[in-house]
Each structure stands twice: as C-alpha cells, then as structure tokens.
C-alpha cells in the first residue's frame, strides 16, 4: 500500500466538505497506517483525536455475527436452526402474498432459519415501527427488552417467503435475541465477555436512543439530499436503539477506530487478535468469504444496494467478482458498513483489514465513492 497516496486521498475528502475522519489499516496485527483529520464539532474547534467515540449503526452487525458464529462453533447453534426454536413467537409468523392484486396471508413455505438471518433473506424489513414494536413500547416504554422486542417483530407478516429473497432488514436484531436465549446473558454482557475483554477493546459499548452524555462522541452530522456538499449537524440520536433497554444487534454500537480496529484484525488473521487472544476457529472466518445468496438475491443486492460484483454472505458482504467492478482488491474480502458512513474491510488472504471513521448520515457519497477507494488504496503501491 502506498500510504503517501492513501494520506492525500483522505485529506482530499476535507476538501469535499467532510468534517472529520480516521483510518487505520493493519497487516499481520501491525498498523502500517493511521491518519486522521478535520473537526467533529460544527464550530471546527475541537480536532478529531485518536479515541474519538462514533455511533456505529450497521458496523455493529459484523460483531453479532461474529457472537453467531462462536455458538455455531461450539455447537449450540446451526445455520440450518429454525429461528422459532428460539424466539417462539417466529414459529407462526406468516406470509404476505399478493396475487391479481389481491393480498392474503399464508404460513411460510419453509420455517425461517439463522441461516436466512445472517443473509437478510428472512423476508422481515426495517420498519421500526412495526405494530408489534409500537405495542410492547406502548406497554413497557423504555424498560422494553430486546428480547420483548425482537418477539414483537413476529406479529407483522414476513415480505415474502424465507430464502425466497435478498431484503436488508431488522434479521441480526433478531440474531442477538436467539444469542441471548442461547447464552443466558444479555447481548452486552455476551459481546463484553466473548469479544471485547479478550480483544482488549475497552471503548465500545451499546448507545441509547439519544447521546448527549457519551464520551467524545464527534458530532453527528447529516446529508439532507445524500449529497457530501449538503451537511447539515444533527442530534446524537441512535434510533435503531428502539428503548433505553433495548440492544440492537444490527445497529445499536458506539465504538472508537482503535477498538474496532482490534476485531477487524483479529477476523483478518483467522480470528486471533494483536494480544494472542482467539475469538474464532480459521475455519469459521473462512466461513465469512463464502456468499450465500442466490441468482434473484444477488441481483437484488446489486439492485437495490448498489452492490455490484458483491454477494453477501455470513452478515457482510462479500467481493466475488473483482474483475466486474475494476476493483484492485481480491475476491474473498468481506466487510460492512454503517449509517454515518464508518466502513470495515477484512482480507484473510493477505491478513490484511482496513478501518475507517466519520460521523454522517445518509451520505451515498461514503458508499459510492469513499468506501470503493478505500477499498481499493488498500492494494495500491
């Protein structure tokens, strides 16, 4: 990698209008860069520091597969479980169909499993406000549990039939739900115990509803048109965390660059971390290159996503196709994402990962042009 290139890449997205960024990326537990710049206040008074906290969103779902994928290794969970074995309201979930313009409601042609969790293709969406959401919020307000919650989303009907389909949707929710049933603990408390402590991550944790009190939280700010020139700062709000109690497995994370970093390198180098400690088998890592979607998903993902040359595999992405996209990087890469534009890159062919930080929302900028060139400054001498 040509860090020179990498460092002027990144100072030119100042220029485009970002406030603030951090990027580490590292090889065979070594950081071989790390750059940072701007501001993360809208008064451009206080420059980015190296432990500067970020809502992560969606990057939170590559750590509940990572908790996955420990119990498919030691045997208390399958892939092939169905969902409803642990969160029996799933067990009669239905099924909107709609023919000659008429809809009806019919059971599931097969039980929804974990497999079709991890690969959004549950046939469940990213309605918050799902009415069983809203009833158990009504009933219990922020005192709502994950696991009350996660329950709640069976009462709406499934989009369509589990594995039928590609649709990004509330599914690693209800992953960490089947994560607690099986662990006795709440979802925090597992992640802290089985990933974070052994990884030495000390600046992570679940966000609230609202942040105003957390840590050098930067200032999240927010594109009114998706568009990097039109920014606007916006409230600490993290509204995937449906209740104060709530902890959601798809989007509920704060978390620091250097902490991520940690898990991002120990997933690129077969799942042990910089200080020794295994989180994962290799094998199970490798589990994390393979796609598990269809011909239909896999153009829905490119569709609907703009995914193009990807698949999608265990909670991430997965590049297939390198030659498609133009990409430098190599097929088998896999990685994800989050909401104010975070981005986590894992390369077990080169033991390599790529980590990088800023705090905007609905950006299509991140991911159509920052998150590519990251992607691929990675392999550029």
Known sequence: MNTETMKS??????????????????????IIFRHMGGYVDAGKSQPVRPDQTYLMFSMTKIQTMTAVMQQVEQGRLSLDDEVGRYIPEFRD????????????????KSPMTLRHLVSMQSGLDYDLHRPGIDRVFALRGQAATTRELVGAMAESPLSFHPGEHFCYSLSHDVAAAVVEVVSGQRFGEYLAEHIWKPLGMTATGFAKPMNEDLPNLA??????????????????????QLSESYESGGAGLWSCTEDYAKLADALACGGIGANGARILKPETVAQFSVNLLGEVSLG???RNMGRRGYGYGIGMQVLMHPEMIGAKAPA???????????????DPINRMSLV????????????????????DLMYTE
Not at 93 to 108: M, N, S, T
Not at 356 to 375: D, E, K
């Open 9 to 30: 890449y990144l100072d030119s997205l100042l220029a485009e209008g970002l406030p603030s960024f951090d990027c580490i990326v590292q090889k065979d537990h070594e």
């Open 93 to 108: 979930v239905l099924v909107r169909e709609e023919r000659d313009g008429v809809a009806r409601l019919v059971p599931p």
């Open 219 to 240: 200032q999240q700010f927010r594109c009114d048109t998706g568009d990097i020139h039109d920014m606007h700062p916006m409230e600490p709000s993290c509204d995937y």
């Open 300 to 302: 829905e993902i490119e």
């Open 332 to 346: 088998g890469i896999f990685g994800w994402d989050g909401a104010a534009g975070s981005l986590a890159v894992m």
């Open 356 to 375: 990088f930080t800023m705090h905007v929302r609905n950006c299509g900028y991140a991911y159509g042009v920052i998150h590519p060139s990251l992607r």
